[in-house]
């Protein structure tokens, strides 16, 4: 065989060697693209999938397998492995649909976000009002939850700090939106809202409390009642101001929000002989702070507390320009003009 129709072969050869791989990769990727496609596109059907703490990936592949999420677990398993994406999945309570690809699948099982009822809570709540937003939302019985709240053991940070009894943690169930995954008990509820405050109170704001002479339940008291009495950002760091320049002068804090704790009713005005009910949260007829927080106050709140706006005022009253704002005085004269001016436009 000359030279040249052996090179000829040779390039044969190597041109259908090149041919072959292509079919077999081409193959491959056909088949992968096939593999990860949805089980049932046209089914949306969300179905609550459980993985064990521990579960590896063959475990899960059973689970998504008998539940009709996935056509075939083997398949999974080599997805995964083929991917990187083996020995990544988190245990959890997670909601799939047989109308997600692989890919999808994979993900959500990696996210470790457990599936559950999303619930409210809204800023300015006390205990009370949130164990009623819970107990409708059929998430907890409320007498085991006030149980919990009081004698629960709880682990943050601050917890340490705080005063035992029925309202320990009042002003610390952070207000936020939540995900409550399936099957939460009252404990596990009341630690997801306390982890989040938790995460929120950081180091810096431990320091600048101990550097207002203070400790967290007094602050969050504070805070709780900037967030009653200010229903914009802006007046928030002026209230707190309020606060601090009557507690450094010995005047009655006189805060509304104090007594409407104790009533149990927000009122729009209270009434002379609501102001002079017996409770140590009464502002009016007790000096200093309350012995607690009156509500869980949000994080705009918490910063005011923390840093005050620097001002010489001791008095404040709702201003008549219907934008939910203040009017902020520092003299007797000056707030008794700015109620008049509020009580004639009502």
């Known amino acids: 065989m000359s030279g040249k129709r ?4 040779i390039i044969k050869i190597t041109i ?4 072959i791989l292509a079919v077999g990769i081409i193959g491959f990727k056909v088949a992968m693209s096939n593999a990860v496609e949805p089980y049932d596109s046209t089914d949306s059907t969300r179905v609550i999938i459980i993985v064990p703490v521990g579960s ?5 592949a059973a689970i998504l397998e008998k539940k009709g999420i996935i056509d075939d677990g083997d398949i999974f398993k080599l997805v995964s492995k083929i991917t990187g994406n083996n ?3 988190k245990a959890g309570t997670y909601a799939l649909s047989p109308s997600m690809n692989l890919n999808e699948i994979m993900k959500k099982l990696q996210s470790g976000i457990s599936v559950g009822n999303m619930i409210t809570i809204p800023e300015g709540y006390a205990i009370a009002q949130v164990a009623d937003i819970l107990e409708k939302a059929g998430l907890v019985d409320k007498a085991v939850f006030l149980d919990e709240l009081e004698n629960g053991s709880f682990k943050q940070k ?3 700090f705080l005063p035992e009894g029925p309202n320990r943690l009042e002003g610390f169930l952070f207000p936020e ?11 596990d509820i009341i630690n997801i809202m306390l982890n989040q405050f938790d995460k929120l109170y950081t180091e810096e704001y431990y320091t600048r409390t101990s550097e207002l002479g203070l400790n967290i339940n007094e602050v969050i008291t504070i805070a709780s009642m900037i967030e009653r009495e200010a229903a914009v950002n802006e007046d928030r760091p002026k209230v707190a101001s309020v606060v601090y320049n009557r507690l450094k002068q010995s005047m009655p804090l006189q805060f509304c929000s104090t007594v409407q704790y104790v009533l149990g009713d927000q009122k729009a005005r209270l009434s002379f002989e609501d102001t002079q ?9 007790n000096a200093g702070l309350p012995p607690g927080p009156i509500c869980s106050p949000g994080l705009e709140s918490i910063k005011a507390a923390l840093y005050p706006a620097e001002t010489e005022y001791l008095y404040f009253v709702v201003d008549p320009n219907g934008k939910r704002t203040h009017q902020f005085a520092k003299t007797y004269e000056e707030f008794l003009k700015y109620k008049k001016e509020y009580t004639d436009s009502l």
Not at 6 to 9: E, F, H
Not at 56 to 60: D, R, S
């Open 56 to 60: 590896g990936t063959p475990q899960i």
């Open 87 to 89: 020995g990544k999945y």
């Open 177 to 187: 939106t939540y995900e409550i995954p399936v099957n939460a008990s009252e404990y």
């Open 277 to 285: 009910i017996d409770s140590k949260y009464n502002t009016y007829i």
């Open 158 to 160: 601050f917890v340490e």
């Open 6 to 9: 052996k090179t000829n072969k």
């Open 16 to 19: 259908a060697v090149f041919i």
